[in-house]
Nanobody, 121 residues
Framework: QVQLVESGGGLVQAGGSLRLSCAVS????????MGWYRQAPGKQRELVAT???????NSAESVKGRFTISGDNAKHTVYLQMNSLKPEDTAVYYC???????????????WGQGTQVTVSS
């Protein structure tokens, strides 16, 4: 069983910063990609940023220059440093990981429970 546990959400004023963390635990052979997605009320879930186990990152245009994704492969943990937050960044942020539990198994996609980020104007 694989679990993703997020932390670090909260309420912050516009222009402030937050750091999200997501730790993957359980039966893990390898993790190929980890990332963050977000879903605002009434909107579809959207990509925020991803990072491969090799360190290659990708991020949405709306967060480039403000958010930074990083990871610790040894700890199976991914971080999202969010600076210069805007009210439009308000959403539930979900951690995602592509995990192989055994070398012979195919990769499966896992999600965290989500953490609320609220940015006040």
């Amino acid at each position: 069983q694989v679990q993703l546990v997020e932390s670090g959400g909260g309420l912050v004023q516009a222009g402030g910063s937050l750091r999200l963390s997501c730790a993957v635990s359980g039966s893990i052979f390898s993790i190929n990609v980890m990332g963050w997605y977000r879903q605002a009320p009434g909107k579809q879930r959207e990509l925020v940023a991803t990072i491969t186990n090799g360190g290659t990152t990708n991020s949405a245009e709306s967060v480039k220059g403000r958010f930074t994704i990083s990871g610790d492969n040894a700890k199976h943990t991914v971080y999202l440093q969010m600076n210069s937050l805007k009210p439009e960044d308000t959403a539930v942020y979900y951690c995602n990981a592509g995990v192989k539990e055994r070398c012979w198994m195919t990769e499966r996609n896992y999600w965290g429970q989500g953490t609320q980020v609220t940015v006040s104007s």
